[in-house]
Antibody
C-alpha cells in the first residue's frame, strides 16, 4: 500500500527555521516525483515545487523560488520542505503528494504550520 | 496566484448532476493533461480524474472528466450528500510548474 506520512504540526515564531518531512512507503521512492502543496487557511491549493528523489532534481514554482528549500534523502525515503526564516504569512497546511504521472495520485495527511509571535 | 479559473460554487439536489468548469490557456491546459481532486472538509485532497478523463481504481463512474482546447470539465451525476466538498482542477504550465484551479465548492441542497 502506497503511503506518504508527514511530520506533525508545528508552532513557530517569526524568524525561526523549520524543516518538515514526508516519508514514502509501499513503492519505489526514487522513481516518482514528490511535490509540496500549500493551502493557506480557507484558501485553495498552491503548488510549491517538486523533487525527483533519485537525483534530487528540483523545480520550484515561481512564487516559492528562494522562499523555501525542497530536498530529499533517498536512503530513508523521505522528502523535506524547509524555511530558514519563517513569516506569519507561512501559516498554512502543507501537503506532500506523489506524482504518478502528470497527476498527484497519493497525498500525505498534511502538516499544519502555525507562525505566531 | 492560480491561473486556472473555476466557478466558486455549484449546487444541486440529491440525485441531480453538476458540472464544474476549469478555464486555462494554451500554456497550461491547452498543452497538458488535466486532473481533478476532491477535498472533503478537513482532509487531504484525493485524486478523482487523471489524464483528462480517466478514473483511478475505486472512483465511481458517477465522476467524469473531459477537456476541449483550453478548458476542462468535471461532471458528477447522481449527486450524494457525501459529494459535498471542494473540487480542484490541476495541470502543468510551459515552465513545468504545477498549477491548480481556484476551487469549486459543491453543495447538495
Amino acid at each position: 500500500e502506497v503511503q506518504l506520512v508527514q511530520s506533525g504540526a508545528e508552532v513557530k515564531k517569526p524568524g525561526e527555521s523549520l524543516k518538515i518531512s514526508c516519508k514514502g512507503s509501499g513503492y519505489s521512492f526514487t522513481t516518482y516525483w514528490i511535490g509540496w502543496v500549500r493551502q493557506m487557511p480557507g484558501k485553495g491549493l498552491e503548488w510549491m515545487g517538486i523533487i525527483y528523489p533519485r537525483d534530487s532534481d528540483t523545480r520550484y514554482s515561481p512564487s516559492f523560488q528562494g522562499q523555501v528549500t525542497i530536498s530529499a534523502d533517498k536512503s530513508i525515503s523521505t522528502a523535506y520542505l524547509q524555511w530558514s526564516s519563517l513569516k506569519a504569512s507561512d501559516t498554512a497546511m502543507y501537503y506532500c503528494a506523489r506524482l504518478g504521472g502528470y497527476e498527484s495520485d497519493y497525498w500525505g495527511q498534511g502538516t499544519l504550520v502555525t507562525v505566531s509571535s | 496566484q492560480s491561473v486556472l479559473t473555476q466557478p466558486p460554487s455549484v449546487s444541486a439536489a440529491p440525485g441531480q448532476k453538476v458540472t464544474i468548469s476549469c478555464s486555462g490557456s494554451s500554456s497550461n491546459i491547452g498543452n497538458n493533461y488535466v486532473s481533478w481532486y476532491q477535498q472533503l472538509p478537513g482532509t487531504a485532497p484525493k485524486l478523482l480524474i487523471f489524464e483528462n478523463n480517466k478514473r483511478p481504481s475505486g472512483i465511481p463512474d458517477r465522476f467524469s472528466g473531459s477537456k476541449s482546447g483550453t478548458s476542462a470539465t468535471l461532471g458528477i451525476t447522481g449527486l450524494q450528500t457525501g459529494d459535498e466538498a471542494d473540487y480542484y482542477c490541476g495541470t502543468w504550465d510551459s515552465s513545468l510548474s504545477g498549477v491548480f484551479g481556484t476551487g469549486t465548492k459543491v453543495t447538495v441542497l
